[in-house]
């Protein structure tokens, strides 16, 4: 199965800088990765979709790139504001699979 | 237009007892996955049905874990003889018809949260 790895301590910035954040796989090499936000209490929200043959994909504010040489995908807020703090989970499948595969998320905590 | 509903949001029962967790999928979906998110793990896929149809269950317990999406209705995830190991948020996610959920984005529900005691 998939392993996925994503920054295990929390991501404190400042309002108004660029959050980055990281996923990594080992294995085989996805067909789709996705990002989700998820709140507390709450399920999680599907932000962005890439595919394997897509290097970056840009939804307003969002930015997500896939690197399948690397094995790495990376999840960019511009201008971060306090209401983007939540958790932020990338999630893999492959394109014969009915699954994806959630990475365990990272913490994100915007400081006004 | 409702998103995917799911009920109870929290549910609680005791060793042994039956768990019922119910979830409608959003209007003009017919796909309904089912996810488990343990405390400090990622959300672990359990089952992918379509109407009348388990699809894939790759991801359940042999034993104690069923699931049905009935032709009308709710899915329903059945837990039996519950354990505290069982106690967890349970998500359902929805997609359209036209693609699954590996190429669309998941809807999910707001999730149930079991907790045995």
């Known amino acids: 199965s998939q392993k996925i790895e994503q920054n295990s301590e929390a991501l404190n910035i400042q309002e108004g800088k660029t959050a980055t954040l990281t996923c990594n796989y080992t294995n085989y090499s996805p067909a789709y990765l996705q990002w989700y936000r998820q709140d507390p209490g709450r399920g999680p929200v599907f932000l962005l979709l890439?595919?394997?043959?897509?290097k970056e994909k840009r939804k307003e504010r969002l930015k997500v790139t896939f690197d399948t040489t690397l094995k790495q995908s990376l999840f960019h807020i511009t201008a971060s504001q306090p209401a983007d703090s939540a958790t932020y989970l990338c999630a893999l499948a492959q394109s014969t699979g009915n699954q994806f595969y959630f990475g365990t998320g990272t913490s994100l905590t915007v400081i006004p | 237009n409702a998103g995917v509903m799911q009920n109870p949001r929290h549910l609680v029962r005791r060793r042994g007892q039956e768990a019922r967790l119910r979830c409608s999928p959003m209007?003009?979906?017919?796909?309904v996955y089912w996810y488990r998110q343990l405390p400090e793990e990622g959300l672990k896929f359990m089952v992918y049905l379509q109407k009348e149809n388990i699809i894939d269950e790759s991801g359940m317990p042999k034993e104690r874990f069923s699931a049905e999406f009935p032709k009308e209705g709710p899915s329903i995830l059945r837990i039996q003889q519950v354990v505290r190991g069982d106690s967890a948020a349970y998500f359902c996610?929805?997609?359209?018809?036209?693609?699954?959920?590996?190429?669309?984005?998941?809807?999910f529900g707001s999730g149930t949260r079991l907790t045995v005691v």
């Open positions: 890439i595919r394997e043959n897509e």
């Open positions: 996610a929805s997609s359209p018809p036209t693609g699954t959920g590996v190429n669309y984005g998941y809807t």
């Open positions: 209007k003009g979906h017919s796909h």
